[in-house]
């Protein structure tokens, strides 16, 4: 079906680029604009047409994405930008895209405003005022009607980028620099935005405008989605992070270049990187998405970067020279761990898996996380474990051809998922074909409301089968649609495009109501403006007949799995309660639930200075840890996967429970 739309996609583009004299080597440009915008709609499975509704919301996604948190752009400016963009659909087609420097022209001039009004607020006379509180959240506020009423929202927006900086220690003077610096720098970019970015940028708007997960990916987006699904890139296994105009390294990659020359660290500044001539480029306030682009390049090649590194007694420069390999990124790789439990003086060997994503490389011999998942598991039955965590807490989802495998690693055979599209009565089961039960003992499966797409697949069928108990959130993220990817001819980038809906075995779609946990326990993303229906133009939910297959169960013998009683439900349910409401990590989980909700949309400054100094030192712990042990233990810590490992424990046990060891020891021996 993929390769189809692909198909459908470039004659469309490649008759359109014939006919109109396209050259596939040139960038970007309004030639291609209305051909993009029309292969979109041949795909989407509810927009067919470029009517009045669907321009819009164009028209409004563009301006959300000029000025997200409305500091910038006045209400008589928005309403100028809506009288530019009135028939952009009929310009577009006549190849006339001056709307987009039109409107960079109008952005420029208020970022200009704003970054001057900034330094004349940031002088010797500003006084930090910890007790200012003020609505930060652009849906709960209006774009301000007059330039005062503007600079009267960023003296109080100030002082909150203020006290993020106090709040790690840094001295006034040092955080109006950096805040001034700031503005600065977004002034810059601004004005550095090259045409064929706002041209990617309209078309992004368009995307949106059809629903929440269609987009348009730059050719840089695209390079950056691919590597993700692939799961390695070449370069040199570094993260990289953009702080105060400095591209300074998160994280080195175990076994990649920068991490064997023994010479680089977490925290090192890179000021300059040689070209491709052999020169070195400053990079300092260089968009970061560029400085990666330089740094990335063919495995074998060469790259010098110039170092700054902050010392006890000083700053430290130096020059390092690193050979480009081919990265695995094994940090967003299946992975296990293994957990000792005693209850009642009985000794179980849990196994938790971290599923981050289902990445999957299209080319042959290439990566997939369902081949990854089958070793895992296969180590797991060698260690004789008695029961499985899979965690998809942490999981947005990815290959749907991946999703499907893995449900079926744990029961025989059967439909996994039903994709439906726009043609009428067009479904179509997916199914897994290979009987072969991989995990047929005790499995929990941990969920928060950030699971989306294909770990709700999993979930969801994994519980409409009764196969596993799931735990989490009250229910996981919401997104029910299925996307595909079109590249664009002449690598100009790519359209991400929804196609069609998914729908679990037991008949359901997982829009908006996601799949529920059976025990539920506290998340810090149980916030409403967490999930699917919060975002926009997100398409209804519906349901069809249920389509479970019977050849899924198995009863007796060779991988035979039991099915989950609600009465193991139930018991389990208040077990899980008993913990959770005498942990004290749950309970700050709750108390600070608790204080958001109070707080509505409010920002008070006071608060940030003292929860972010706390959040700095837990994140730079688990941010800058290279080893592996010290990255599980840290894992392992986590409240969530410690209480799924004892509800699997109360699983195994569960009165029923002999009947699930046994099976569980049938795996081990296997």
């Known amino acids: 079906m993929m390769r189809n739309f692909f198909v459908s996609l470039l004659l469309l583009l490649s008759f359109s680029a014939h006919s109109q004299g396209l050259d596939f080597t040139r960038s970007l440009d309004c030639n291609w604009v209305d051909p993009i915008q029309t292969g979109f709609l041949q795909n989407h499975l509810v927009f067919k047409d470029k009517d009045k509704e669907l321009q819009n919301r164009v028209i409004e996604q563009y301006i959300k994405r000029q000025d997200g948190a409305k500091i910038y752009l006045l209400e008589s400016d928005v309403q100028a930008i809506k009288t530019m963009m009135k028939n952009v659909f009929s ?20 970022t200009e405003e704003r970054s001057e009004f900034i330094k004349t607020l940031l002088g010797k006379d500003f006084k930090f005022n910890k007790d200012v509180e003020f609505v930060y959240d652009p849906d709960h506020k209006p774009h301000p009607k007059t330039k005062e009423e503007a600079e009267e929202f960023l003296k109080k927006f100030v002082q909150f980028q203020i006290a993020n900086y106090i709040a790690t220690d840094i001295k006034l003077d040092e955080a ?13 970019r601004t004005k550095e935005t090259k045409f064929e970015e706002l041209v990617a940028g309209y078309l992004n708007s368009f995307a949106m405008a059809l629903d929440p997960h269609s987009n348009f990916f730059s050719k840089d987006y695209y390079d950056d989605f691919t590597i993700d699904m692939s799961l390695s890139l070449e370069g040199i296994g570094a993260t990289l992070s953009q702080q105060d105009g400095f591209t300074t390294i998160e994280a080195l990659v175990p076994g990649g270049a ?118 895992v598991i296969a180590q797991a039955r060698e260690k004789k474990v008695d029961g499985l965590v899979l965690d998809l807490s942490n999981n947005g989802g990815g290959s749907l051809d991946d999703a499907v495998k893995i449900g079926g690693l744990f029961f025989k055979t059967g439909n996994v998922v039903k994709q439906s599209s726009s043609k009428a009565g067009s479904e179509i089961s997916l199914a897994d074909t290979d009987e072969k039960v991989d995990w047929s003992g005790p499995l929990v499966i941990l969920t928060s409301r950030i699971s989306a797409s294909a770990s709700e697949i999993v979930s969801g069928a994994l519980k409409d089968y009764n196969r596993a108990v799931v735990v989490g959130s009250d229910h996981t993220y919401g997104k029910g649609s299925v996307q595909t990817v079109l590249p664009v001819p002449g690598e100009l980038g790519a359209l991400k495009v929804t196609i069609g809906m998914f729908f679990t075995p037991g008949g359901f779609s997982t829009q908006h109501r996601g799949v529920e946990s059976d025990i539920i326990i506290p998340s810090p993303y149980s916030v409403d403006d967490i999930g699917e229906k919060s975002m926009d133009y997100s398409l209804p939910p519906k349901k069809i007949s249920s389509f479970l297959s019977k050849s899924a169960y198995v009863e007796k013998g060779d991988g035979a799995w039991p099915l989950v009683k609600p009465a193991w439900i139930k018991s389990l349910k208040v077990r899980s309660q008993e913990r959770v409401s005498k942990n004290e990590d749950f309970k700050k989980i709750v108390d600070e639930l608790e204080k958001t909700k109070k707080l509505g949309k409010i920002i008070k400054v006071s608060e940030v200075i003292k929860e972010k100094g706390e959040k700095e030192k837990k994140v730079k712990k688990s941010r800058y840890a290279t080893d592996k042990a010290e990255k599980e233990k840290e894992y392992l810590k986590r409240a969530d996967i410690q209480e799924a490992a004892n509800v699997l424990t109360d699983l195994i046990l569960l009165g029923d429970g002999k009947e699930l060891g046994k099976i569980a020891l049938n795996n081990s021996a296997k």
């Open 258 to 375: 920068a991490s064997k020359s023994g010479h680089l660290e977490p925290q090192d500044k890179i000021i300059a990187v040689s070209k491709k001539d052999g020169k070195m480029e400053n990079v300092i306030d260089m968009d970061l998405k560029d400085v990666v682009k330089m740094i990335r390049g063919q495995k074998g090649t060469k790259v010098k970067l110039s170092i700054l590194r902050k010392e006890s007694d000083g700053n430290k420069k130096f020059d390092v020279e690193l050979v480009r390999e081919k990265i695995a990124l094994e940090d967003n790789a299946v992975s296990i761990t293994y957990l000792d439990k005693e209850v009642s003086g009985m000794k179980k060997k849990i196994g938790v898996i971290n599923f981050p994503s289902f990445y999957s490389d299209s080319k042959r011999g290439g990566r997939s996380s369902a081949a990854d998942l089958k070793k």
């Open 91 to 110: 310009n577009v087609e006549k190849k006339d895209c001056k709307f987009v420097n039109e409107v960079q022209g109008l952005v420029v001039k208020r």
């Open 176 to 188: 109006k620099s950096k805040v001034i610096k700031n503005y600065e720098r977004n002034l810059k």
